[in-house]
């Protein structure tokens, strides 16, 4: 019974840990370029569970037999992050960006990089090409581009031309999921530098975030009820075993 009672207990605290996870999920579903998490779920391992009586066979073969295994409840192994592009939307904005593979590459003012595909950039004061959290989007010898005053346009391999003049060429690397290390809505760090990669880049458009509102709802009804269930189990044992514990002190009065 007191397995049962850990049983119940890993199993809320999986579910109440896949809440907070489905909930950002579901928060940032119109968030340009996020990706959603996913939750990992493992069992923990099998106990064996034996016969405690001796079993009516000959002297030698009296012992414990191994009726089965009973499970322990489930725990979350690993938060993954779904790398799997979202659906572009047109914007008609010029510098509205969307990539169809890689990362653009952009710099806090603090001087840290980051990998995003939130392509919502713009121009600041000083006309240098800014994400919308104000970073520094930047090229491929890695320094901030600075832009004309005059209409842009940007191929697809992130070239940036004004009036038939090549202006800069917008850095793309790509990363394998591994080395990319969460760090905002849609924004990501590496500890190594990634691989340039051409082409990609479609002016005008958004990528949406991979988030399915429809999906992550689902999923988040499925997860509560599994935690109420859970709960619900844990309540039936805590009082079986408060029953148990009134009654045994009246044993032998």
Do not use: C
Not at 49 to 64: T, Y
Not at 119 to 138: E, I, K, M, P
Not at 150 to 171: E, M, R, Y
Not at 214 to 229: D, G, H, N
Request: proline share 5%; hydrophobic share 40%.
């Amino acid at each position: 019974m007191i397995r049962g009672l850990y049983a119940a207990f890993s199993g809320m605290d999986a579910a109440w840990k896949y809440q907070d996870v489905l909930a950002n999920n579901i928060a940032n579903a119109n968030t340009a370029g996020f990706k959603r998490e996913v939750a990992s779920q493992q069992s923990f391992a099998d106990v064996l569970l034996s016969q405690q009586m001796p079993v009516p066979a000959p002297i030698a073969a009296r012992v414990q037999q191994v009726v089965g295994t009973i499970g322990t409840g489930s725990y979350i192994t690993d938060f993954k992050t779904d790398f799997t592009g979202g659906a572009p939307r047109p914007t008609g904005n010029e510098l509205d960006l969307a990539l169809t593979n890689g990362f653009f590459q952009v710099q806090a003012p603090d001087g840290t990089r980051f990998a995003t595909r939130d392509g919502r950039f713009g121009r600041d004061a000083a006309g240098d090409l800014v994400t919308s959290q104000g970073y520094y989007v930047l090229d491929t010898t890695g320094n901030h581009i600075n832009l004309p005053a005059t209409p842009v346009t940007v191929g697809s391999d992130g070239t940036i031309s004004s009036a038939g003049t090549t202006v800069a060429q917008i850095a793309v690397d790509d990363y394998t999921p591994a080395q990319l290390t969460r760090a905002g809505e849609a924004y990501f760090t590496s500890p190594a530098p990634g691989q340039p990669i051409n082409g990609g880049v479609r002016q005008g458009y958004l990528e949406n975030s991979n988030s399915d509102l429809v999906e992550e709802m689902t999923t988040l009804l499925t997860v509560q009820r599994a935690f109420q269930a859970n709960q619900t189990v844990l309540a039936k044992l805590d009082g079986t075993l408060n029953t148990a514990a009134g009654q045994l002190g009246t044993f032998g009065v």
